[in-house]
């Protein structure tokens, strides 16, 4: 039944990357596939995290920006292109997801995937996985490293994956790289400092993010390698339609709103996770509303372009 669902899901996919310059909808896709529309709108979204529209969406927006920047296309025949009726709603989106205007991310010359193409584990996926499989990376997984990034792209605005690989092996080298493999495959990996408490770089397949893979390597930090220290993150800003819902995962699993923060040019913001042991947690904790930061509420606006121990 699992293989069934992944050729299914992955039929879905290849019908949407041959036709990126379509308008889509889920009808479309459904009726291309043979497939009701409840059923593959219900496993397609379970399986890559995403809905077909937002994945279309940001596959879409991804080719665009690719080509605002490395072709000379005017900006409206990039926007027909895209399957947008005029430029003004390919700007109107463009703007939402990439927080700047198709010209003014033209002239930056600087491209950076929304998202890129997923491809799913046709294996069935293991479901009893616990933190004690979690290991330290070594320089032999770091092709298979990368292409989970590739996966996960999503969850990083402005990831430089030149830049990203070239610090890759000095984690490896400080075992501050965990790695969770399901055979041959990467399906969770994180970049940590140990100094910071800070978490740097987490990623998990989509087709293991609903099986508490997150929680796992929270776990493996607070038990083992960040005992009774507070762990520290940044991510998406309230509200921001380029999230895919790391926000809410990360506020699901315990972690506290802190200030707002500018990070590569990108509005994110610091989330901080308590120590497990109740008599370490500062009394701040127990204090701050949880909502700090939002709307209306006191913030601190900090530009970093290049921030301490984002450097993964």
Known sequence: MQGQTVRIV??????IEEHL?????LDMVA?????????????????????IHDYAKRRQLTEAAKLLVFSAKPIIEIALMSGYESQQAFTDIFKAMYKTSPAEFRETENFYPLQLEIYLKEELVKMNLTKDNIKFATPEDADDWMELVSLTIDGYPCLDKEDYAANLHRYIADKKALILRDDDMAIGVMGFSPDTGSIDFLAVHPQYRHLGITKLFLDKLADELLYRKEITLTTYRAGDKADTGWREEYRRLGFAERELL?????????????????EEIP???????????????????????KPVSREL
Do not use: C, W
């Open 262 to 278: 500018v990070e590569y040019g990108y509005p994110t913001q610091r989330f901080v996770l308590p120590p497990k042991n109740k």
């Open 31 to 51: 009726s291309a596939l043979h497939y009701s529309k409840y059923h593959l709108h219900r496993i397609f979204t379970k399986t890559v995290g995403l809905t």
């Open 21 to 25: 310059h379509e308008k889509m909808d």
């Open 283 to 305: 009394q701040e904790y127990t204090s701050m509303p949880e909502n700090t930061g939002r709307k209306g509420e006191t913030r601190n606006d900090r530009n970093t372009e």
């Open 10 to 15: 992955s039929q879905a996919i290849r019908y």
